[in-house]
């Protein structure tokens, strides 16, 4: 990934979803988890985690696709709602706590 990615994914889900303490962050971790599944960690130990299809994505690599090892999660960021983009959403949310941010179409459909 070309490091303009990084900033663009970061200037969009700051700009998405407004929470100061990821525009504040300093630096952040981008870890990509197959297709469009990403974990960014903030310099504040923040965790955001998008599009979350890794248990069964073919393209995550093998030693992510334990969900226990995302850490707490405070964020799910769902860009759409197929299924490969949805994927592990539920699962982490239960299992974190975690808040889940989508489209006003999305929550329609999952309100």
Known sequence: MRPRNKTTITALVA???G???LAAAQAID???YGQSAFKITTDNGKIIVIDPFITKNPKTPEELKDLNKLGKVDLILLTHGH???IGDTAAIAKMTGAKVALNADMGHTFG
Do not use: A, I, T, Y
Request: glycine share 24%; proline share 0%; net charge negative.
């Open 15 to 17: 700009g998405l979803v």
């Open 19 to 21: 929470l100061g303490w």
């Open 30 to 32: 981008l870890q990509w």
């Open 83 to 85: 299924g490969d983009h």
